[in-house]
């Protein structure tokens, strides 16, 4: 019902900055709640941030500070802007659109941090 498309990742030295986006389908974007997640091997999903459709934002303690979640309503985009990037940022990054109990998933970008 809700398709979400990553774009942005890649190879990125140690301090560098990586703007990653989500574009979403549907004309009901601005009622949803849009989240960054992010895997590394081995490890299980987490969450990083989190927008409301209010615009509140929340960040997992291990990138507040440096990452920023934002979103464009009237292009049905959501961005997650990350700057100071460390090796253990390296993961596959997820976009969730999530409202009540639908929630939707894109197919995930992966970022690495290396130098």
């Known amino acids: 019902q809700v398709q979400l498309v990553e774009s942005g990742g890649g190879l990125v030295q140690p301090g560098g900055s990586l703007r990653l986006s989500c574009a979403a389908s549907g004309s009901i974007f601005s009622l949803y709640a849009m989240g960054w997640y992010r895997q590394a091997p081995g490890k299980q999903r987490e969450l990083v941030a989190t927008i409301t459709s209010g615009g509140t934002t929340y960040y997992a303690d291990s990138v507040r500070g440096r990452f920023t979640i934002s979103r464009d309503n009237g292009k049905n985009t959501v961005y997650l802007q990350m700057n100071s990037l460390k090796p253990e940022d390296t993961a596959v990054y997820y976009c969730?659109?999530?409202?009540?109990?639908?929630?939707?998933w894109g197919q995930g970008t992966q970022v690495t941090v290396s130098s």
């Open positions: 969730k659109a999530f409202r009540g109990a639908m929630e939707y």
